[in-house]
């Protein structure tokens, strides 16, 4: 894995990464899936990683508690995609570490998604832990809850 030079990780509204989450997360589906209930909530915030003008990986960002873990302040992921074309680059880990900043700097204690069988190993990679037993989401497929302490 290595980063380019010339990646920059910037605040971006939903709209501008919707296209990266139909294309990674949402193939063969209608392109209204990829908008989230959520996306344009006030404590919302999106993360892209940019090369260039293109958006070559995403995640989006907002509070929600979690009945699985005790927190006092929550966020959960969702929508995190990288283009395959650009997978194993550390794209997203560089979301992550940002993203765990911004967290950080809004007293968010626990971060939480549910992770895609695939994408595991990347979730380890970033400090994330399952809990509980795999479970399916319709349309989607099997899923781990996971989560990380901030």
């Known amino acids: 894995m290595r980063v380019h030079k ?26 209204s899936t990829t908008s989230y209930n959520r996306d344009n909530e006030k404590n919302t915030f999106h993360l892209a990683a940019f090369l260039g003008d293109e958006i070559v990986s995403c995640g989006t960002f907002y509070p929600e508690k979690t009945d699985r873990i005790y927190s006092k302040n929550s966020y959960r992921l969702r929508g995190m995609a990288t ?5 194993r680059n550390g794209f ?49 497929g099997p899923h781990y809850f996971m989560y990380k302490k901030i």
């Open 83 to 87: 283009d395959i074309k650009y997978s």
């Open 6 to 31: 010339n990646l920059n990780i910037k605040l971006v509204e939903a709209k501008d990464i919707r296209p990266l989450r139909h294309k990674m997360l949402r193939q063969g589906k209608k392109f």
């Open 92 to 140: 997203g880990m560089e979301i992550m570490s940002k993203a765990f900043m911004i967290l950080k700097n809004s007293d968010c204690d626990l971060l939480w998604c549910n992770a895609r069988l695939v994408a595991l190993s990347f979730y380890h990679a970033v400090g994330m832990k399952e809990i509980g037993n795999i479970f399916d989401i319709s349309d989607i």
